[in-house]
């Protein structure tokens, strides 16, 4: 890993947004599993849990 927490974090804002536009919600839920985890790796853990959270409603939600 490099450490590009910041550039990840905006290039999976940006797909979770493109994935939610075009109606794809297991990329939209993949996007916020991934953003949790950088944010646990960024020792955040509080915030991560929210996004793991969310994330792990939209996959029951959707059957996943």
Do not use: P, V, W
Not at 36 to 47: A, P, S
């Amino acid at each position: 890993m490099r450490y590009h927490y910041e550039e990840a974090q905006l290039k999976l804002e940006e797909a979770q947004s493109e994935f939610i536009t075009i109606g794809s919600r297991l990329g939209a839920a993949q996007c916020l599993q991934s953003l949790g985890d950088i944010l646990r790796m960024q020792h955040q853990h509080q915030e991560a849990h929210l996004k793991l959270e969310e994330a792990q409603t939209e996959f029951i939600a959707i059957g996943n």
